[in-house]
């Protein structure tokens, strides 16, 4: 009998633990998702001026959804070229190719570039940028396309894995303002599924 219930306990253990594996844990994203509202209406962070405050509709989010947490495969590009980018003041911002990533939606393998500010601010050494456009631009999201930001310690220990959790990607401020001057992403950067997450938009 009692070894009936060291089974059972043990199996019961068993299922405990698999099912807290399986959890999906939102904390982290309604967190960030929550401050940048905040950061857009809080008068002493806000990148707007008065007058497109008083327009500003508020930041809006697709639903958070586990399956836009994607374990992409990193591959860093050896001398990665010095890109310029078009902006959307019609000037030029220059970065970096850091690396690819490649991750599945849907079953469809999909490709970005990782790119780096150049020249790299020391301040900002491990950060990287990542730039996209997807089926939902100009639709539900931003016609401009999004951006998710990245750093180099979040590669994964093999230092070939990252992870990309597209419901903290955002508007750049020129959905909301006409006073910035926000990079565009590059053509090799557009994804042919739809990104239902991070911040949508409505103007």
Avoid: W
């Avoid at 089974?7 to 807290?20: P, R, Y």
């Avoid at 929550?34 to 857009?40: C, G, I, V």
């Avoid at 990148?47 to 697709?62: A, S, Y």
């Avoid at 939902?136 to 930001?149: A, F, K, W």
């Amino acid at each position: 009998m009692n070894k009936l219930l060291s089974i059972v306990a043990i199996l019961m253990l068993f299922v405990s633990c698999h099912s807290a594996k399986k959890t999906f844990d939102t904390t982290t994203i309604q967190k960030y998702q929550t401050e940048l509202a905040a950061f857009y209406t809080d008068p002493k962070t806000t990148p707007l001026v008065d007058e497109e405050r008083t327009n500003f509709k508020g930041i809006t989010f697709f639903p958070i959804i586990e399956k836009y947490v994607v374990k992409a495969e990193f591959t860093p590009i050896k001398d990665g070229k010095v890109i310029p980018f078009p902006t959307s003041a019609k000037k030029i911002k220059n970065y970096k190719e850091y690396g690819t990533v490649k991750f599945l939606i849907d079953g469809v393998e999909q490709t970005l570039i990782v790119y780096q500010s150049s020249p790299i601010m020391e301040k900002y050494a491990d950060s990287l940028f990542l730039p996209f456009m997807d089926e939902t631009n100009g639709v539900t999201s931003y016609g401009g396309g999004r951006y998710l930001d990245l750093s180099a310690k979040d590669l994964g220990t093999e230092a070939n894995e990252i992870t990309l959790d597209f419901n903290q990607v955002y508007n750049p401020y020129c959905a909301y303002s006409k006073h910035y001057n926000c990079p565009i992403p590059p053509a090799n950067n557009v994804l042919n599924v739809e990104i239902n997450a991070g911040v949508s938009y409505n103007k």
